[in-house]
């Protein structure tokens, strides 16, 4: 009913940036929050940003001060701006719809992307 399509990930150098993308479509009425989680071979899942429709985000120590999460809420899209990138930022990124309402079912849902690779690399 709901799909997320990321894009944008690939390799890097350090110190570059590269900017993702996840746009949220199908039976949508509303999404609480649209977020980033990354995660590296042999590692959990973690979070790096989220942000609340309302305007609140949180970031992973990690990547405060170089990530920034931004968010279109008419377009159910959401951006993640990522300056400054490390070697240990390399992983698979995933975007996440949390707390959709959907004009189809009651309840609310939680959706996952597919996954973007991430490379920071020289």
């Known amino acids: 009913q709901v799909q997320l399509v990321e894009s944008g990930g690939g390799l890097v150098q350090p110190g570059g940036s590269l900017r993702l993308s996840c746009a949220a479509s199908?039976?949508?009425?509303?999404?609480?929050?649209m977020g980033w989680y990354r995660q590296a071979p042999g590692k959990q899942r973690e979070l790096v940003a989220v942000l609340t429709s309302g305007g609140n985000s949180n970031y992973a120590y990690s990547v405060k001060g170089r990530f920034t999460i931004s968010r279109d809420n008419a377009k159910n899209t959401v951006y993640l701006q990522m300056n400054s990138l490390k070697p240990e930022d390399t992983a698979v990124y995933y975007c996440n719809a949390d707390r959709v309402v959907l004009t189809t079912a009651h309840g609310v849902y939680d959706y996952w992307g597919q996954g973007t690779q991430v490379t920071v690399s020289s």
């Open positions: 199908g039976n949508i009425f509303s999404i609480y929050a």
